[in-house]
């Protein structure tokens, strides 16, 4: 394994420099000690914010930028074993679903780096005016300056480098603030970018306690934007904090979908019981609440508990595992609480609920009422219930009765269904004949609701980390 005990500083200038305090990274399956970093004092913070603030005043060209940022996605991608066994180790995600992580990390660095060549304005045609006959307009944009950039445990690495990617695109400086229980990946794409040329200044990595980190933030006036992925009532603290600061929130979900009576049954079932459990469940687009024609239930739930009781608990870096340990044994105990409160109020447990250390076996309900937390909130957990609809107006409102809407999944050929639902079903992404769990890099992804603001994907993130001027010409007389 990769992950060798290291204590590691804050990331200042392109090195590291410890600070006195620490806390301990685990290896989500065993529980042992992996890692020291350091806990950031607000002196160290505003020596970061310093010298964002001063590399920003001389920006890369975007040239550079490409250059630099490609040459992180080819060193990644040289480095996609290493950086698995990282992120397996701190995260507790299977090996295979961590090495392909990094792999798409890679992509998401190498998008960005094709989204610096591609930053335009566009023409305005302010001559049609009256009286403007001899000016001619059009619109740049600029970096915003410096970026706070905040990130959750559970992709530990693609994340970051959705944030990283896009600001360096733009020509931000950026304070990057991985999860504290898993930022080792997030240091060494600090030490990756540095190797790829990224000069001094450009990026810190801040590792310490949250709330604190997020108060310096929002409070500083050298921080022009926050981006943040995570939790809902983290971002809506961040938001009622940042004032005039822009703001990027992808926060949670309840996925769901629906699979109607024309469907591929068996495709149906095999996908659902996949991005259910990815991640041991705790993925912000994991499928949560399926919604089955009553016509096909009971044939759908004898393959769900098919392909579900195949995944492979386990083990992390055993090969085979397919589904690894939750990320604590606090987040556990409340799934294992929301699964009980479910059972309490009707819902049959079809297959899973038993666990063993932090491990929670695959678990599928079926017909917990509406109102049980797992339906209404975010489980992130591996948990999906499936609930059964009579119409097509009725999957589409049960999609809908819910506090978010970042993506949902439509299994049926019914063109008819799939145009209404396009129209109707409230979320960013609505995925035909897939769950709610597909998503690549360069796609635009974001929710409404309590799932966010702003979209990510380089190319749309990236408009988000920039303002646009607005530059008239005429000439002098
Ligand atoms: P998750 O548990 O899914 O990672 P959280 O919202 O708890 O979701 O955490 C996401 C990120 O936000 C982490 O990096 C965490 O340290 C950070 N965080 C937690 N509380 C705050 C806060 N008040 N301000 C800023 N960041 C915070």
Same mark, same amino acid.
């Given at each position: 394994?990769? %992950?060798?005990? @290291?204590?590691?500083?804050?990331?200042?200038? +392109?090195?590291?420099?410890?600070?006195?305090?620490?806390?301990?990274?685990? +290896?989500?399956?065993?529980?042992?000690?992996?890692?020291?970093?350091? %806990?950031?004092?607000?002196?160290?913070?505003?020596?970061?914010?310093?010298?964002?603030?001063?590399?920003?005043?001389? /920006?890369?060209?975007?040239? @550079?930028?490409?250059?630099?940022?490609?040459?992180?996605?080819?060193?990644?991608?040289?480095?996609?074993?290493?950086?698995?066994?990282?992120?397996?180790?701190?995260?507790?995600?299977?090996?295979?679903?961590?090495?392909?992580?990094?792999?798409?990390?890679?992509?998401?660095?190498?998008?960005?780096?094709?989204?610096?060549?591609?930053?335009?304005?566009? &023409?305005?045609?302010?001559?049609?005016?009256?009286?403007?006959? +001899?000016?001619?307009?059009?619109?740049? =944009?600029?970096? &915003?300056?410096?970026?706070?950039?905040?990130?959750?445990?559970?992709?530990?690495?693609?994340?970051?480098?959705?944030?990283?990617?896009?600001?360096?695109?733009?020509?931000?400086?950026?304070?990057? =603030?991985?999860?504290?229980?898993?930022?080792?990946?997030?240091?060494?794409?600090?030490?990756?970018?540095?190797?790829?040329?990224?000069?001094?200044? #450009?990026?810190?990595?801040? *590792?310490?306690?949250?709330?604190?980190?997020?108060? #310096?933030?929002?409070?500083?006036?050298?921080?022009?934007?926050?981006?943040?992925?995570?939790?809902?009532? %983290?971002?809506? #603290?961040?938001?009622?904090?940042?004032?005039?600061?822009?703001?990027?929130?992808? /926060?949670? +979900?309840?996925?769901?979908?629906?699979?109607?009576?024309?469907?591929?049954?068996?495709?149906?079932?095999?996908?659902?019981?996949?991005?259910?459990?990815?991640?041991?469940?705790?993925?912000?687009?994991?499928?949560?609440?399926?919604?089955?024609?009553?016509? !096909?239930?009971?044939?759908?739930?004898?393959? &769900?508990?098919?392909?579900?009781?195949?995944? &492979?608990?386990?083990?992390?870096?055993?090969?085979?595992?397919?589904?690894?340990?939750? !990320?604590?044994?606090?987040?556990?105990?409340?799934?294992?609480? #929301?699964? *009980?409160?479910?059972?309490?109020?009707?819902?049959?447990?079809?297959?899973?609920?038993?666990?063993?250390?932090?491990?929670?076996?695959? *678990?599928?309900?079926?017909?917990?009422?509406?109102?049980?937390?797992?339906?209404?909130?975010?489980?992130?957990?591996?948990?999906?219930?499936?609930?059964?609809?009579? *119409?097509?107006?009725?999957?589409?409102?049960?999609?809908?009765?819910?506090?978010?809407?970042?993506?949902?999944?439509?299994?049926?050929?019914?063109?008819?269904?799939?145009?209404?639902?396009?129209?109707?079903?409230?979320?960013?992404?609505?995925?035909?004949?897939?769950?709610?769990?597909?998503?690549?890099?360069?796609?635009?992804?974001?929710?409404?609701?309590?799932?966010?603001?702003?979209? @990510?994907?380089?190319?749309?993130?990236?408009?988000?980390?920039?303002?646009?001027?607005?530059?008239?010409?005429?000439?002098?007389?």
């Amino acid at each position: 394994m990769a %992950v060798s005990y @290291e204590t590691y500083g804050q990331w200042i200038d +392109n090195q590291y420099q410890l600070s006195s305090d620490r806390m301990n990274v685990t +290896n989500k399956f065993t529980d042992s000690v992996i890692a020291e970093v350091s %806990v950031a004092t607000k002196e160290e913070y505003v020596k970061m914010e310093e010298s964002a603030v001063q590399a920003s005043r001389h /920006l890369l060209s975007t040239y @550079e930028r490409y250059e630099i940022l490609k040459k992180a996605a080819d060193l990644l991608k040289d480095r996609q074993q290493q950086f698995g066994e990282i992120i397996a180790a701190e995260v507790g995600k299977s090996i295979s679903e961590a090495t392909g992580e990094a792999g798409r990390a890679a992509l998401t660095l190498e998008v960005s780096a094709e989204e610096a060549k591609r930053i335009q304005g566009e &023409v305005v045609p302010v001559e049609s005016a009256p009286g403007s006959e +001899n000016r001619q307009a059009f619109t740049i =944009k600029e970096p &915003v300056g410096v970026i706070g950039a905040i990130t959750p445990f559970n992709v530990p690495l693609n994340l970051v480098c959705h944030k990283l990617g896009p600001a360096l695109a733009s020509g931000n400086a950026v304070i990057l =603030k991985p999860a504290e229980v898993t930022p080792l990946s997030a240091l060494k794409l600090a030490e990756l970018l540095k190797e790829a040329g990224l000069p001094e200044g #450009w990026l810190h990595v801040i *590792t310490g306690k949250g709330k604190e980190i997020g108060t #310096w933030m929002t409070e500083s006036e050298r921080i022009q934007m926050i981006t943040f992925t995570g939790s809902p009532s %983290v971002g809506l #603290w961040l938001k009622q904090r940042a004032g005039h600061k822009k703001v990027s929130l992808e /926060l949670g +979900n309840n996925s769901a979908v629906i699979v109607h009576k024309d469907a591929d049954i068996k495709k149906a079932a095999e996908q659902v019981a996949q991005k259910s459990f990815n991640n041991a469940g705790q993925v912000c687009i994991s499928v949560q609440r399926v919604f089955v024609h009553k016509e !096909i239930k009971a044939s759908f739930l004898k393959e &769900v508990k098919h392909y579900t009781e195949a995944l &492979v608990t386990g083990d992390p870096f055993e090969k085979e595992t397919q589904v690894g340990p939750m !990320i604590s044994k606090e987040a556990l105990k409340r799934v294992q609480q #929301w699964i *009980t409160e479910a059972v309490d109020l009707g819902a049959q447990v079809l297959t899973g609920n038993e666990t063993d250390g932090n491990l929670l076996k695959p *678990t599928v309900l079926v017909d917990p009422p509406q109102h049980a937390k797992v339906c209404q909130e975010e489980v992130f957990g591996p948990v999906v219930s499936i609930l059964e609809y009579e *119409t097509e107006e009725e999957a589409i409102d049960f999609v809908n009765q819910s506090k978010y809407g970042l993506q949902a999944g439509l299994f049926t050929n019914d063109l008819t269904f799939i145009m209404r639902a396009a129209k109707e079903i409230k979320v960013g992404g609505l995925i035909i004949n897939d769950t709610s769990g597909y998503r690549v890099d360069h796609m635009p992804y974001g929710g409404l609701k309590e799932s966010g603001e702003g979209k @990510e994907g380089p190319k749309y993130a990236m408009q988000e980390m920039m303002n646009e001027r607005l530059i008239v010409l005429q000439p002098a007389e």
